[in-house]
């Protein structure tokens, strides 16, 4: 059954809610960068907002944005995570820490726990249906995105958002610092090309795609599938890509370009180089982290350009990573999280 | 379209190490809520529904590196793990997936090492906080799974991996999945929930009039579920059905349940729908139960709104092993499963009254008089992510 991506909306360290990344691309040098806010007052009332940590007022921004004009039932929301509201978690943690645990405000332990992004969401968007989170590492969003597509599958939903939100704190920031997430110097375009040192540079995402059965003016792909993986050999990636081409009715030689999260990260960026080659020798590669930067969250936006491209019928030069610009009809989506969860799907115009 | 069956369970909570364990507890009827022993927490006036290992223990019996960097999350998500494994005679990890629910993860630890993290201190644990790290870990204990997947939705996080799994065999995404949750007991959490006043002082009195909160509790469970043909191919010898299941938004408000409990009888209608029985087919209800005054009024408004006035006996185990939150969907799946299959029904420990707006009277003693062919057990968490599934005997 075919699954289109209606719309999607984003908030990163790219302006946010519109799509000027794909033209005027923002290209960041440096270690941290938060997200671009938009103007929250349009999507939430100030005084809910003053109740909400950052993080839930970027998820109902994005959701609320990706439904604009939208006005039939949603039927699911299904939101990946990797750390939650980790703002709002230090918070409680660090008083209690500081202060005992004696008299401990509520108000950020109800916001700590991961689901408060998806059931928020539901909550303004009045939506009783099918609601879900999933908090795995890097693959938090395919996890989701692989639930919603399960969910049209069975026949149980005929539309979702699906959201990946994530946000980094600078005391975060640090703690991954101390674990060798991030490159000891500055981030540069030109490492994002055989990576030499370990290390990525964090941003923030916070993407919501609605996701329906009819195919619109507005759509701006298809879905054909997805496949998750654990520690997959080439051969169980290239069985994964048979079965997406059978379920897309197309072979090997139709896939265009093959997206690809390459951080800047030696043994990550290693893994993407190692697999995407010797699968698609001559395919052209798009790569998005560059733009994005790294967080649990980031391989939402992989789908997000690639989705993007396909509607726009281009690739754009400051997204090819390696090959020839061609007017894209069917790109595969490639992400993998320390080389142990892996994800590839199949997206067509 | 091929039916789901269970063929291995494992259990780890307050009651016991292990499904005879807890049977047996059940049985006694007996609260395994007391005083806390391993938590390093200043609220000892508060009881807990404690696991009785301590870390090192639970080390040892799994046979780990002394060393190891693993929290008491995974630890007790990996004894019962191999419970389940064991049960189910799997050996092969082909098409196999695991789907762990957990909120709390490493936080045991982090809020050990937090600010010492920033010292360049105990920094291997930084690594080992996120929900999906220890699911990594559980699941590596069994071969070379397919794929593994962390959910987390606070106290229905055990129940949602359960219906995971089980649409990832329908849509054949899988032949078989490991699913349930494991959450250890938290500093963290259980400030949390003091901060919101829904800790009683006293063992939790679930659906009572004079109800006062919740104990909080720790464990893990899990399920192995199969396709019946598979299952039976391999030589499985299944244990019971999982008939239906559901799962709906209450969309209310973060941390309370909306008066008519909406979410709730969405999610126990959309389970009996998709089980394809009727209400009346429902022989016993292992209900959420927290014991606080507002889930208990509301899941008892929902029972009646989907039962009428022909509620099935129905209890809450909560006074048995404290709210085990994010396992809680699991160690009541198994607790589920244990009453189907011995046809015994679990007493509601603590009962004096009903709660007069519903007048529900709950199973107060250990039934073994009753014939049980359909359960259901209710998992319902903070932001109204209710979910409930339905086990059912192979044959009826």
């Known amino acids: 059954m075919a699954v289109y991506i209606q719309s999607a909306a984003q908030i990163s360290i790219q302006s946010p809610l519109c799509d000027d990344w794909f033209t005027n691309p923002i290209l960041r040098e440096g270690r941290y960068f938060r997200c671009e806010e938009p103007d929250f007052k349009q999507f939430v009332d100030p005084m809910s907002a003053r109740r909400m940590g950052r993080l839930l007022k970027r998820a109902l921004a994005s959701a609320k944005s990706a439904l604009v004009g939208y006005d039939a039932p949603l039927d699911a929301i299904v939101t990946g995570t990797g750390l939650g509201c980790i703002e709002t978690t230090e918070k409680f943690l660090l008083a209690m820490l500081k202060e005992g645990e004696q008299a401990l405000p509520p108000s950020h332990f109800m916001q700590s726990t991961h689901n408060t992004i998806g059931s928020l969401v539901a909550q303004h968007l009045k939506c009783h249906g099918y609601n879900n989170t999933f908090t795995h590492r890097g693959a938090s969003f395919d996890c989701a995105l692989q639930d919603a597509l399960m969910q049209f599958d069975l026949g149980n939903i005929s539309s979702a958002l699906v959201c990946a939100n994530d946000e980094m704190t600078e005391l975060y920031f640090q703690l991954f610092d101390q674990i060798g997430y991030w490159k000891r110097e500055e981030v540069k375009a030109e490492m994002f090309h055989n990576a030499q040192t370990e290390g990525s540079f964090a941003g923030e995402v916070s993407a919501t795609f609605l996701l329906g059965k009819e195919k619109t003016n507005n759509t701006l792909c298809r879905l054909d599938g997805q496949v998750l993986m654990y520690e997959p050999g080439e051969a169980r990636v290239r069985e994964a890509i048979d079965q997406l081409l059978k379920q897309g009715g197309i072979g090997w030689s139709d896939i265009d370009a093959v997206v690809c999260g390459y951080n800047a990260a030696k043994s990550n960026d290693e893994v993407y180089g190692r697999m995407v080659n010797s699968l698609f020798p001559d395919v052209a590669q798009i790569y998005y982290k560059h733009l994005f930067g790294e967080s649990f969250a980031a391989s939402a936006m992989g789908y997000y350009v690639a989705a993007v491209c396909l509607k726009r019928g281009e690739i754009p030069a400051h997204l090819l990573f390696k090959g020839q610009p061609v007017t894209p009809k069917h790109i595969l989506v490639y992400n993998h999280f320390q080389n142990k969860d892996h994800s590839v799907a199949l997206l067509s115009c | 379209m091929s039916r789901i069956v269970v063929t291995g369970m494992g259990i780890v909570c307050s009651m016991g190490c292990g499904t005879d364990q807890v049977f047996s507890a059940l049985q006694a009827g007996v609260p395994c809520v007391g005083t806390v022993r391993h938590l390093q927490t200043s609220h000892t006036e508060l009881p807990v529904g404690e696991v009785a290992m301590s870390n090192e223990e639970m080390i040892l019996m799994l046979d780990l590196p002394s060393d190891m960097v693993i929290t008491r999350t995974p630890l007790l998500g990996m004894v019962a793990f191999q419970q389940a494994i064991k049960q189910a005679g799997l050996t092969d990890a082909t098409r196999t997936v695991f789907v762990n629910g957990t909120t709390v993860g490493g936080m045991e630890k982090s809020e050990q090492y937090y600010l010492e993290f920033f010292e360049g201190k105990h920094t291997e644990y930084i690594g080992a906080h996120d929900c999906g790290a220890g699911t990594e870990q559980i699941g590596r204990l069994f071969g070379h799974l397919d794929s593994m997947l962390t959910i987390s939705t606070a106290c229905s996080s055990a129940t949602n991996s359960i219906i995971v799994g089980a649409n990832m065999i329908r849509s054949g995404r899988a032949k078989a999945a490991i699913v349930g949750g494991t959450e250890s007991l938290s500093k963290f959490h259980l400030n949390g929930f003091n901060s919101l006043m829904i800790l009683d002082g006293a063992p939790c009195k679930p659906f009572d009039r004079d109800r006062n909160g919740l104990n909080l509790g720790e464990g893990a469970a899990y399920l192995v579920i ?171």
């Open chain 2, 226 to 396: 199969e396709e019946e043909e598979s299952a039976l191919e391999r030589g499985a010898r299944p244990i019971c059905l999982l008939s239906g299941y559901g799962n709906a938004c209450d969309a209310f408000h973060q941390t309370a349940t909306s008066p008519e409990g909406e979410g709730a009888y969405l999610a126990m209608t959309g389970a009996l729908k998709q089980a394809g029985i009727a209400p009346s087919d429902i022989d016993y209800i292992n209900a959420h139960g927290t014991g606080t005054g507002n889930n208990d009024q509301c899941e008892s408004v929902a029972i009646k709104r989907v039962f009428g006035s022909d509620v099935p006996c129905f209890s809450s185990t909560k006074a048995f092993t404290g709210h085990t939150t994010s396992a809680a969907g699991s160690v009541e799946a198994v607790i589920s499963i244990l009453s189907l299959m011995n046809n015994y029904i679990p007493a509601n420990l603590n009962f004096s009254n009903p709660i007069e707006e519903t007048g529900l009277l709950p199973v107060t003693k250990g039934r073994n008089d009753v014939r049980l062919n359909h359960v259901m057990s209710n998992s319902f968490g903070f932001g109204g992510n209710d979910s409930s599934c339905i086990f059912s005997k192979l044959k009826i």
